[in-house]
DNA sequence: ATCCTATGCATCGGAATACGAGGTATTAGA
DNA sequence: TCTAATACCTCGTATTCCGATGCATAGGAT
């Protein structure tokens, strides 16, 4: 169960904390929500790839244990979208909680 | 700009205060909200007819200054749903936050 | 009297987001 | 040897939302 429009965000938020993989952002978003959000592999990496279209992230294919991985980190644009998007989420989020907890 | 998936609770949210119609549920949104939320008809009625197809709300015709208006209630069912939802968008809506405000 | 705006309901096409299923491949442990 | 976890990817489908469009009435401004 998640919600719509907040990975991108999550993705950045991860990144900007260090260089990540996939998977391994997956995991991290997972274990940070306490298992609450948990994104799917046909979700997280097409949404990836448009961050990374869009600039808001760049990726390198580094080798750890002789895989292959492809980590991800954030650009200088990423971490202006970040900005922003935390600041639509406090105002989104704070509206929604403001007419479900209304009597 | 709105969240995606919040817009049913929403709306059961507006029928629990008390009976409507979409036009008004659409404004009495906005107004809460701020301006903040603001759902298009396109995107209202759907969801209406939606919800009342689920049986979690009921309609009926109403007639007022000669303008026949389609009023909806919530159902037995529909404030279970609510009920339900409210504890599900404050453990969402908690699990973002911690990761987002997380340094 | 006429026109515009707000009200009020509805549907359609398209975009975006997410999931599930499926595919490929490596590594570590039972 | 077999399985689970890791690691990446794509495709079809469902859902949600928006914008455009259509129709109709009421009220105020011109």
Redesign the pocket.
């Known amino acids: 169960?998640?919600?719509?429009?907040?990975?991108?965000t999550l993705i950045l938020q991860a990144l900007a904390e260090e260089p990540s993989?996939?998977?391994?952002?997956?995991?991290r978003i997972k274990a940070r929500s306490k298992g609450v959000?948990?994104?799917?592999?046909?979700?997280?990496?097409?949404?990836?790839?448009?961050l990374e279209n869009e600039g808001l992230v760049a990726?390198y294919e580094?080798v750890?244990?002789?895989?292959?991985?492809?980590?991800?980190r954030i650009t200088k644009s990423g971490k202006a979208v970040l900005t922003k998007d935390r600041s639509e989420w406090r105002e989104l989020s704070r509206a929604v909680t403001l007419i479900l907890e209304e009597a």
């Open positions: 169960m998640n919600f719509k429009g907040t990975l991108p993989h996939g998977y391994r952002i997956a995991q959000l948990d994104f799917k592999e046909g979700t997280l990496y097409p949404a990836l790839h448009k990726s580094g750890e244990q002789g895989r292959t991985r492809r980590y991800y």
